[in-house]
């Protein structure tokens, strides 16, 4: 049998038994595309503001008293400020149920006013396309089984995406070959649409959904993390100490960090007295800075900040500052620079998973790639389920055939099937 037609049963095999819950990933990832966007699109009029001609900003002490007596009741979990004058100080709230529930607060920068808060309804949903995203829906115990599934089916995925190329890959390269395969025609039907559909989604997806999963892979496997990070001769991280602790590209979307989901954090703001100080340190660290976050509380009398640099070509690339509360004395300072490659390729293979890394042309195509994965999964569905029929409908004349034939002719019929 010839590689081909082996590279096509195990194609077809394996698009039949991961299909659906490839299709699921594919449709959400469509819907998590232009997250950051949207929100911010939606935040804008508690986001924005129009800053006075000769005003100077709130410290961020003065920012979180006017955020505490504006929301008596509330928990800080986070306050992010940009270096843009239009951009108001963003407080995270402690929400009922992890990130998508956690709401921010907006907090004119100048005046302390508040400006009010993000949509939560918003986040919700896109914390729900997280959830089927990654774990189908479920909910405590029974994710780890089904992240097992996402993860499993984004490797098939991988495998369809590279055996793909190799079996859309026209045996003459001739512009009528070529245009059959790569054109989509909406004016066919049946089967011969199933083909055209599947072949030129194929031909122009496979690429970058070769990119999508597998960086998809380093997110779902320990092993695939720990590779990138041996390939790149870094010392591999333990497992409690995540890969990147930065706040991601576009913090817009729930505040500065991703908050653990559960009671991590303690009652109440904990904020050092002498914030403003520590804040200053973290400016002067990198003066070009474009946003600085500081998550709350304070842990261990310790002080975090993540600061992001306006001018790096890198849109992921984030500092971190920990200052002892009580002291000023610096704990530690890691530059984006110095951290070991296989960190900053780790965090760039995160956002570069969801196209953010490259910003909205990456997004763009992380999208689009998603979108043919799904019209992708629906057609290779449609061509199986007709192949299959064509099978029993093979099957039934054969042996209507031979058993309407003499019992010589009878056996070599079914010999023959």
Same mark, same amino acid.
């Given at each position: 049998m010839k590689l081909r037609r082996i590279l096509f049963w195990c194609h077809l095999i394996t698009g039949v038994v991961a299909g659906s819950i490839i299709f699921v990933m594919c449709v959400t990832g469509i819907l998590l595309a232009y997250q950051p966007q949207i929100l911010r699109f939606l935040d804008r009029k508690a986001r924005l503001v129009d800053p006075p001609a000769r005003a100077a900003r709130l410290s961020p002490a003065a920012l979180f008293a006017k955020a505490q007596q504006a929301r008596p009741g509330a928990h800080l979990l986070s306050l992010t400020l940009q270096s843009d004058p239009s951009e108001a100080a963003a407080f995270q709230l402690e929400?009922?149920?992890?990130?998508?529930?956690?709401?921010? *607060?907006?907090?004119?920068?100048?005046?302390?006013?508040?400006?009010?808060?993000?949509?939560? /309804?918003?986040?919700?949903?896109?914390?729900?396309?997280? &959830?089927?995203? =990654?774990? +189908?829906?479920?909910?405590?115990?029974?994710? &780890?089984? /089904? =992240?097992?599934?996402?993860?499993?089916?984004?490797?098939?995925? +991988?495998? +369809?995406?590279?055996?793909?190329?190799?079996?859309?890959?026209?045996?003459?390269?001739?512009?009528? /070959? *070529?245009?059959a395969a790569a054109l989509l025609n909406v004016r066919l039907s049946g089967r011969a649409r199933d083909w055209n559909w599947h072949n030129g989604a194929g031909i122009w997806c496979a690429l970058i959904l070769v990119v999508l999963t597998a960086t998809g892979m380093v997110l779902s496997y320990s092993w695939a993390n720990d590779l990138v990070y041996r390939l790149t001769g870094s010392e591999v991280p333990g497992r409690q100490a995540p890969p990147t602790s930065f706040a991601p590209p576009s913090h817009e979307r729930t505040g500065a960090f991703d908050v653990p989901r559960g009671g991590e954090h303690a009652r109440g703001p904990r904020v050092p007295p002498n914030l403003d100080d520590l804040w200053a340190t973290a400016e002067s660290k990198v003066p070009n800075w474009q946003s600085i976050s500081l998550r709350i509380p304070a842990r261990a009398g310790l002080v975090t900040f993540a600061i992001s640099n306006g001018k790096s070509w890198d849109l992921t690339a984030r500092s971190q500052l920990t200052v002892n509360a009580a002291t000023g004395e610096i704990v530690s300072w890691e530059r984006y620079s110095d951290q070991s490659l296989g960190r900053r390729v780790r965090t760039w293979i995160r956002f570069l998973h969801t196209g953010e890394a490259l910003g909205p042309v990456g997004q763009t195509l992380a999208g689009a790639a998603s979108a043919g994965g799904a019209l992708l999964v629906f057609t290779g569905l449609s061509l199986a389920l007709r192949r299959l029929s064509a099978w029993f409908r093979k099957r039934g004349a054969i042996l209507s055939v031979a058993h309407s034939q003499p019992p010589g002719t009878a056996a070599s019929a079914r010999r023959v099937f």
């Open positions: 929400g009922p149920g992890g990130p998508g529930s956690s709401p921010v *607060l907006y907090v004119n920068p100048y005046t302390g006013a508040i400006q009010g808060e993000g949509s939560l /309804a918003a986040r919700a949903f896109f914390r729900k396309m997280t &959830d089927w995203h =990654r774990w +189908l829906g479920f909910s405590g115990q029974t994710r &780890d089984a /089904a =992240r097992a599934a996402t993860g499993f089916c984004n490797a098939a995925f +991988l495998f +369809l995406a590279i055996s793909g190329i190799y079996i859309w890959w026209p045996r003459k390269w001739t512009p009528e /070959a *070529l245009k």
